[in-house]
């Protein structure tokens, strides 16, 4: 087997695996979300609420901090498999993906700052307006204000990535189709409505289109047969 399709082999795999591995941590991210909306009737209420979920803010923040790593780790991979076709689009695309990372870097420390102060309250009875509670108050508002600049940078990913097919390589169609058709809803939504029906189900289309994705990418890496001098297709 010739060197160069040897490492475009490689290259194909690990694309795949890092996208499907970067969409599943956002899942998990999502899904172990803490909800800092606090909607109780009083502010010891949501003192209590947020003292009571400490270990779940704990494990929502690190999920956040390893899904922006292998989103990060995913944007040099994500250039070198498509270096070839449109640059331009692609650099800009990488700078999405970049954005993606720190976004939920950022939710992710603020995440864990939250869960810092909140283990510090157990004993003791703060009040409104203190130091204290005004931390926690602006670094939930720094969570909810990245995780919304994160998720109009995944939407703006991945309307590109896809658009980039009719163009470019032949990406899986009904994949390409699932997230073309969903990103843009999720970048709405985003902003209008987080928790609208819509918001949850076009993430959840917009999912399911990049891991068809990531999987053709791995299979097409797998395939050992390949015309020689022929650039490998994306259909």
């Given amino acids: 087997m010739p060197q160069e399709r040897r490492n475009t082999r ?3 795999i690990a694309t795949g695996l890092l996208l499907i591995l970067s969409v599943l941590m956002m899942l998990a991210a999502v899904l172990l979300g803490v909800d800092y909306t606090l909607p109780n009737a009083t502010f010891s209420e949501d003192i209590d609420f947020l003292r009571d979920s400490v270990s779940r803010q704990q494990v929502s923040a690190v999920t956040w901090l390893v899904a922006s790593g292998i989103i990060l780790v995913f944007q040099p991979v994500y250039l070198m498999m498509f270096h070839r076709f449109q640059v331009g689009v692609h ?8 954005a993606m990372a720190f976004s939920f870097f950022r939710v992710g420390l603020s995440g864990l ?3 810092d102060i909140t283990s510090q309250l157990i004993d003791t009875d703060p009040e409104l307006g203190d130091a204290i509670t005004t931390e926690i108050l602006m670094s939930i508002r720094q969570v909810k204000l990245f995780l919304k600049l994160g998720l109009t940078a995944f939407g703006a990913f991945a309307t590109i990535f896809t658009v980039a097919r009719f163009s470019e390589v032949k990406f899986p169609v009904f994949g390409s189709t699932l997230t073309f058709l969903a990103a843009p809803v999720v970048i709405t939504f985003t902003w209008l409505n987080p928790d609208h029906i819509l918001m949850t189900s076009s993430l959840a289309v917009a999912w399911t289109g990049l891991l068809i994705i990531g999987a053709r990418f791995v299979t097409l890496g797998l395939k050992e047969k390949v015309l020689p001098g022929s650039l490998p297709e994306y259909s």
Avoid: G, K, V, Y
């Fill in 10 to 12: 490689i290259i194909e």
């Fill in 91 to 98: 650099i800009l695309n990488s700078l999405f993906i970049l």
């Fill in 113 to 115: 700052r939250i869960a």
